[in-house]
């Protein structure tokens, strides 16, 4: 290889691994407990039927309130967090 093609490769290594997004692992009781925390607060609009939906709120307000559980370590959301009513 050339040396121009040589620093060319090194360049793109390089911008590719600082273009990573940082984004962490959450462990698997974080996510168990956050995940019957959602299905807690969006009771299934028909029991035994997921295709149904939520009684309360939409798949978007329900990923919502995933995330903000797992920032909080698996603790359920404040109150601007909680469930629609």
Known sequence: MTRPATVTI?????????????????TAEVAKKCEALVAKAFPP???????AGSAKGSG????????KCVA?????????GKAPK
Do not use: H, W
Not at 72 to 80: A, F, W, Y
């Open 45 to 51: 609009r028909e029991p035994g039927n997921p295709a």
């Open 72 to 80: 909080n370590d698996g603790q359920p959301p404040s109150d601007d």
């Open 10 to 26: 090194c360049a793109l290594v390089l911008f590719g691994a600082m273009g990573t997004n940082g984004a962490f692992a959450i």
């Open 60 to 67: 978007r307000d329900q990923q919502v309130y995933f995330k």
